[in-house]
């Protein structure tokens, strides 16, 4: 196997691209381009086949209501090679819609409830209205900066179950549920947030640590070599400012 | 009257403080009088028509404008930025006589399509057209269904003699015409030479309105415009009445496109860029038909068609030519992109985000216009992020595979974009993409340094 060479799949692209998904999954591709690696992107639609033997990290974004629930079946259907998957350290990134799949069930707007693949250990309720806006965290990876923004725009409240990680601690926005202060949650490599923005693009910071991950479940060893990225972090700095005092709101 | 009297008043003062707000009157006259534009919808000697959707509603509104005007007929016509219930009825006040009758055949309404049920309701439109629906600002409007089914609303309560015009390309628009008790009227496009070879776009509806499984095209003209067929239920483009069989360039910006009215062929000249311009003006040819005017007006009123305001706008300052196209969501984007790619002539793209309420606050759409294909084919030799945004936007740009060196950021005031455009190394053409609160406060930048007289659409 080629060692430059990084397979990155995309689940559900026609379904699930409500808020700018494609704009995670070009960060990731261009920041594992610029440092010399070749990179193939899988669309995975519905019933296609997941060759995750051959992938080495996988995206899902978020979706329309209606096009969330069309996928729900197929996915479900996919739970144990996922859970296995994530079980020997495939890096993933789940971003709002994909994000509560991954929990044990969620409620939709008209009150029924459906399943996830409970890889995380939470669940999603509905909530009476939609939590729209700016969103900074603090986020508990091993990430500098520390602090990860996004926009949110999610009608349910996700509650973790005691003992599941979060992603972080919210500074500014809703996050899962407005009420305890915590946003998304990690186990293992897969990370589940409500933040778009898109976010990886700014947050090059949080893009390598799945890069760095996905290197590393391919070939041991997941060093980067570091990138300039004045126009990431600047993006970046100027919304921790704007939306953490000293910046106008 | 009481109300027409008040709502005036307000107009005035409001003009003479500096608010350029031409809905304010509307406002203060609904609240003294809610019925009112109820009353002076009955007021038009013809009657009105409203023309919604996504994207086009402010350049097709003013080429309807100018075919019924070259056709002899009197007309009204709002402002792009006065598209809610009360801009509506202050464009429909200020040229109300005393008695609410208005001294006009129609009025040419453009109207937000969350405000299309009640427009319908208290306007009683002989007609409403309806563009296009893509996904545009999700955090105001939610899903692209929900407005969908606003519109659809609208359309149900249409008195029976009114009449659709739809747009046969669009499923979600199309599949307005299945419940219609009156006439429908389709429009769309039938030149496969228009049709996109690749498009990396994102598709906001690819799927069937009705049944819900994905759509199979024939041909697409982009984003989910096209000739489609549902498997799952049958579900297909309707044969329009009004198609654009043929186009070719006759220059720089003119082209030549060849109409079907009912299948007699019209040929029509056009100089306003870009596919998404076609269907503007073959929706403006649709209503004229619908309406029983002649095709010399509607030859007439295209011939002289100009860009709207801030849609493809030409402004000429200090020597130098500034194009100005609004953007506001990925599909407008991808359009525009095209159509500055069309001008051969190298040139500054400057892209000026906002993220204001009227912008929409997420900006995330960003990430869905398609820069990959397009930033290397559009002759720009020198790229500006401006806007509350401008950060975001140079991210994109870099992503998009631009070299840094060849993106400036400018601070997020309209000076500091105007700054940038008047710089002395600064290429003659510049074209200039912003949101639409970006677009205001860089006209108004523009009108206080005394580079532009004072913006009058009309």
């Known amino acids: 196997m080629d060692g430059r060479r990084l397979v990155f799949a995309h689940l559900y692209p026609g379904h699930m691209n409500l808020y700018g998904d494609r704009g995670n999954v070009l960060a990731l591709r261009r920041r594992a381009e610029w440092r010399g690696y070749d990179v193939d992107v899988l669309d995975v639609n519905p019933t296609d086949p997941l060759p995750l033997a051959s992938i080495d990290l996988l995206f899902v974004g978020g979706g329309e209501d209606r096009h969330q629930e069309l996928v729900v079946e197929d996915f479900v259907s996919r739970r144990q090679e996922l859970v296995a998957a994530f079980q020997d350290g495939l890096p993933t990134l789940a971003v709002c819609g994909a994000y509560q799949l991954l929990g044990h069930r969620y409620q939709v707007a008209d009150g029924r409830w459906l399943p996830g693949i409970a890889w995380f250990d939470l669940e999603t309720r509905s909530g009476t209205d939609r939590a729209v806006g700016n969103v900074v965290i603090e986020s508990r990876l091993d990430l500098s900066p520390k602090t990860l923004v996004g926009f949110e725009n999610h009608g349910g409240r996700t509650f973790l179950a005691p003992g599941q990680e979060p992603l972080g601690r919210v500074i500014a926005g809703h996050g899962n549920n407005g009420q305890d202060h915590m946003e998304g949650a990690v186990r293992e490599q897969v990370v589940g947030t409500y933040l778009h923005g898109s976010l990886l693009p700014k947050n090059p910071q949080l893009a390598d640590w799945l890069l760095s991950r996905a290197i590393g479940f391919k070939t041991g060893n997941g060093e980067l070599s570091p990138l300039e990225a004045e126009f990431e972090l600047r993006a970046h700095a100027a919304m921790v400012e704007r939306f953490t005092g000293g910046g106008r709101s | ?458």
């Not at chain 2, 107009?11 to 809610?34: C, I, N």
């Not at chain 2, 989910?224 to 198609?243: K, M, N």
């Not at chain 2, 002759?379 to 500006?384: F, N, R, S």
């Open chain 2, 1 to 458: 009257m009481a109300a027409l009297v008040a709502g005036r008043l307000t107009g005035s003062v409001s003009r003479l403080l500096g608010h350029g707000g031409s809905s304010v009157p509307g406002a203060v006259a609904r609240r003294v009088d809610p019925a009112l534009l109820r009353k002076l919808g009955g007021g038009l000697e013809s009657g009105s028509l409203l023309i919604t959707g996504t994207n086009g509603k402010t350049t097709s509104s003013l080429l309807v404008e100018q075919i019924l005007t070259a056709a002899g007929l009197r007309v009204l016509r709002n402002r792009s930025g006065a598209n809610l219930i009360v801009g509506l009825t202050a464009t429909l006040m200020q040229a109300a006589r005393l008695d609410l009758s208005i001294k006009a055949d129609w009025a040419v309404l453009e109207t937000d399509e969350a405000s299309i049920p009640r427009a319908v309701e208290e306007v009683r439109p002989r007609l409403l057209a309806v563009t296009n629906f893509f996904r545009d600002q999700l955090d105001r409007y939610g899903e692209l269904t929900s407005a969908v089914k606003l519109v659809a609303r609208g359309a149900a309560a249409l008195s029976p003699a009114a009449m659709l015009v739809l747009n046969a390309d669009d499923p979600h628009a199309a599949s307005l015409g299945r419940e219609a008790r009156g006439p429908v009227v389709y429009f769309g496009l039938g030149s496969p030479d228009l049709a996109l070879d690749a498009g990396a776009e994102t598709l906001d509806a690819r799927f069937c309105p009705i049944c819900g499984e994905e759509l199979s095209y024939s041909l697409r003209f982009y984003a989910h415009l096209g000739h489609y067929i549902c498997p799952g239920c049958g579900f297909a483009r309707p044969r329009p009445t009004v198609e654009a069989v043929d186009v070719v360039r006759e220059g720089p910006s003119v082209r030549r496109v060849r109409l079907l009215v009912d299948g007699a062929p019209t040929e029509v000249t056009l100089s306003l860029p870009g596919t998404y311009n076609i269907y503007n003006a073959v929706l403006a040819a649709a209503v004229a038909h619908g309406l029983g005017v002649g095709t010399e007006a509607v030859v007439e009123g295209l011939r002289t068609s100009r860009g709207a305001f801030g849609r493809m706008e030409t402004v000429s300052f200090r020597g130098r030519e500034l194009r100005l196209a609004l953007v506001k969501n990925p599909t407008g984007f991808n359009q525009v992109l095209r159509a500055v790619a069309e001008d051969p002539r190298p040139k500054m793209v400057m892209i000026a985000i906002n993220d204001r309420y009227a912008d929409g606050r997420d900006v995330s759409w960003l990430w869905d216009v398609d820069l990959e294909s397009m930033a290397s084919v559009m002759g720009a030799v020198q790229w500006v992020a401006a806007g509350t945004r401008a950060a975001d936007m140079a991210v994109r740009l870099k992503y998009a595979g631009i070299h840094p060196t060849l993106i400036r950021t400018v601070g997020t005031h309209a000076e500091d974009a105007l700054q940038a455009l008047m710089e002395e190394s600064t290429p003659p053409l510049c074209y200039v993409l912003p949101t639409y609160t970006a677009m205001m406060e860089l006209r108004g930048a523009l009108e206080r340094q005394g580079l532009v007289s004072s913006f009058v659409e009309g």
